[in-house]
């Protein structure tokens, strides 16, 4: 256009002034639209790269779209608003089951499972009309492959005047998810049971427990055992439930357990359960093992023949048994529940038994032992009255015998009577004095001996000497037998006479006119064993453990009465401990006599000054007159004894304190001192310390 333009300028030379003027002007104009036109053109072209570059832009954010839209993990699906599907993504394609290209104008409504389809299209059309954002779940049924859960979000786009365009779809598989909610449903429900069931059980368990603890608490105060045993079996029967059941005791003494306690046992089980001696079938295997014995069904479980019979026998099907075992692990007895029916008692309420098992063991032992302090002060109680009785008596024969010897009261002929009266009552009463020092003696663990080598045959001798005045009495039958060798002990014989000799009055006391006692010695390996056995009233089966305790006394059981401390057996048995051998009593009850059997270690028959017939001349009395020292603060006692060694020919000193016999006896040298304990001003054993320092060789008897 600018070359047209100048050639039009080159001819307009030839034009008049106006018209040139004119032309000029043109010119210029159209020089000046020809510069605006490019600079039009130049913005027109920046414009032109500007869009196309926006153009590519955009599309390759559109391909980035569609890739996301493609390729996301989940499917995308837009609709229009009735739901019929314009576009999809490759996963919801694969989730439908269809390839992208059949996808176009099918009803999403088609995919959905029938039991979810109305609903579907229920809130599809409300979708549309209310507009709101729908969160899902259902059911899809692809046209290939198998249903699955499916969540839906869907969104609703408008247009400018709000109605709706499209629909657009986020489908989402939640198979996985629906069956892990599932699992924890369950898991909840399993778990939500157990916690309800556990908290069932522990309520019922709290209430078990505070009903045994009040149950123990309101026993822990019976003073008789009796009842006690009778509420402790109660107690476990109601419990598991049993309408039959038994408690039984085990005895040391007989070594067996006996029965104390039944509820609804038929005859034929009372008789069997009455004793069990240890071992015996079948129900000592089940009862006497001190562990619990569970057996729910007897026809089924592993049971003894002679057990199946015996239950069968009794009705019983099933049987529980628990031990009572104390706080130190003593094995006090069992509480055994019979069925009739196969039974087996829940878990937990056994082990809540086995605990209350224990505290009614303890229960017992303690009612045994308030029942032995109320039987231990009884005893004493009797030992006591029994022992006035017998002190009045002689003391009373004395007093009148002492009142008889006042000058011209009676008549010379008739004081050597009065004389031997006194003497035989001052006997007794040393007798009696001597049972209560043993008994002390016996209390305190103090019995001391003097062994030497003795023979036996000298000392039944002895022992049968001592005794035979009161057979012959009783017009009772004395047997002996005896080893024909020579049977030597390492003993003190002056006790171990003590030891038959008691054992020997006791069978008397106990046995009736015309019966018969037996003394039999042997030798049993390196002991030997002697036994006194009588005929007569025998020892109750629940005296036999504690015959040998002190103060107790056979007219307990039997109802007769007998004189006596009830001394001698307890100290007896621990003579013979002493002596490091034992003692047992054994009876078939009342009425069947009963034996006492004395086992000692046999000893060697060499030892310097052993007399024949095992007495040592020790213990015989001197030919000759010896000094001797008296010391005793109570002045009558040491007087009367003093007059009496006097009377012997001896020549006696007497002392009533302790510096006293220390002086006397340092300067008259006495060979032997009779001495008291407790003396003033220092007591006997100083005096006889000092006295052995200084060097009095004198034998002192305390």
């Known amino acids: 256009m600018s070359s047209h333009v100048d050639h039009l300028r080159r001819g307009h030379g030839k034009a008049s002034e106006p018209h040139r003027r004119c032309w000029d002007e043109t010119a210029a104009a159209l020089d000046t639209a020809m510069e605006e036109l490019r600079v039009a053109e130049e913005e027109l072209r920046q414009q032109s790269e500007e869009l196309e570059s926006s153009r590519l832009e955009v599309e390759l954010e559109r391909q980035r779209y569609r890739n996301l839209f493609d390729f996301a993990p989940d499917g995308y699906l837009v609709t229009d608003k009735h739901g019929r599907i314009l576009e999809a993504n490759r996963a919801a394609a694969a989730l439908l089951g269809l390839p992208l290209r059949f996808l176009a104008g099918k009803p999403l409504a088609h995919f959905v499972a029938d039991e979810d389809r109305r609903t579907f299209r229920f809130q599809l059309a409300q979708l549309s009309e209310v507009g709101r954002r729908g969160d899902w779940d259902l059911r899809i049924r692809p046209r290939r492959g198998e249903a699955f859960d499916a969540a839906l979000s869907v969104a609703v786009v408008r247009d400018r005047e709000g109605g709706p365009v499209s629909l657009r779809w986020l489908m989402h598989d939640i198979t996985e998810r629906k069956r892990v909610e599932e699992q924890v449903r369950t898991l909840n429900a399993d778990l939500e ?15 078990d427990v505070s009903y045994l603890h009040e ?5 822990s105060g019976s003073l008789e055992l009796e009842p006690l045993l009778e509420e402790i079996l109660a107690v476990v029967a109601r419990f598991v439930g049993a309408e039959r059941g ?3 005791l085990y005895d040391g003494g007989s070594d067996e357990l006996a ?12 008789g069997q359960l009455g004793r069990i001696p240890r071992g015996a079938r079948p129900w000592w295997p089940v009862l006497g093992t001190g562990a619990s014995v569970m057996i729910a069904d007897v026809e089924v479980e592993d049971v003894s023949e002679e057990l199946r019979v015996a239950l069968r026998a009794g009705g019983v099907r099933a049987l529980f048994a628990v031990p009572l075992i104390a706080r130190r692990g003593d094995f006090l007895g069992t509480i055994v529940e019979f069925f009739a029916d196969a039974h087996r008692p829940p878990g937990r309420r056994v082990d809540l038994i086995e605990l209350y098992a224990r505290q009614a063991a303890d229960l017992i032992e ?18 006591l009255a029994t022992l006035a009785h017998e002190l009045r008596n002689p003391l009373a024969t004395i007093v009148s015998a002492a009142e008889a010897l006042r000058p011209g009261a009676i008549e010379a002929a008739v004081l050597d009577e009065v004389r031997g009266l006194l003497l035989r009552q001052a006997r007794q009463m040393t007798l009696l004095v001597d049972d209560l020092l043993d008994a002390s003696r016996v209390r305190q663990g103090r019995v001391g001996l003097h062994k030497e080598p003795v023979e036996l045959g000298g000392v039944v001798a002895r022992a049968i000497e001592s005794v035979r005045p009161r057979i012959a009495a009783g017009r009772q039958e004395l047997a002996t037998e005896l080893p024909p060798d020579p049977v030597w002990l390492e003993a003190d014989p002056t006790r171990l006479v003590q030891v038959l000799a008691n054992l020997l009055s006791n069978a008397a006391k106990y046995t009736g006119s015309g019966g018969r006692i037996t003394l039999a010695a042997g030798r049993d390996g390196d002991e030997v064993v002697v036994r006194v056995r009588d005929t007569g009233i025998g020892i109750a089966r629940e005296l036999l453990p504690r015959v040998f305790d002190l103060f107790v006394r056979g007219d307990e059981a039997s109802g007769r009465a007998v004189e006596g401390l009830g001394i001698g057996l307890a100290l007896v048995k621990r003579l013979v401990e002493e002596h490091g051998g034992s003692i047992t009593a054994r009876s078939d009850g009342p009425g069947r006599g009963s034996e006492f059997e004395v086992r000692l270690p046999i000893g060697s028959p060499t030892a310097e000054g052993q007399a024949p017939g095992g007495v040592n001349p020790a213990f015989s009395p001197s030919p000759r007159s010896i000094q001797v020292l008296v010391v005793d603060d109570q002045r009558d006692m040491a007087c009367s004894l003093a007059r009496l060694l006097e009377g012997w020919g001896h020549k006696v000193d007497v002392a009533a304190d302790g510096p006293s016999a220390l002086e006397l006896a340092l300067a008259r040298r006495p060979e032997v001192v009779l001495m008291d304990i407790d003396l ?18 004198a034998r ?3």
Do not use: K
Request: aromatic share 2%; glycine share 8%; with cysteine.
């Open 193 to 207: 049971c157990r916690v309800r069931h556990r908290t069932e059980e522990l309520e019922t368990a709290l209430a």
């Open 215 to 219: 149950v123990a608490t309101r026993l």
């Open 246 to 248: 038994a408690l039984l």
């Open 259 to 270: 029965l104390r306690g039944s509820i609804g046992l038929p005859g034929a089980f009372t």
């Open 366 to 383: 303690a009612a045994r032992l308030r029942r032995e302090q109320r039987e231990s002060a009884r005893r004493q109680e009797e030992f």
């Open 680 to 697: 003033p001003g220092m007591d006997g054993l100083e005096v006889a310390r000092r006295l052995r320092e200084q060097g009095v060789a």
């Open 700 to 702: 002192m008897v305390a």
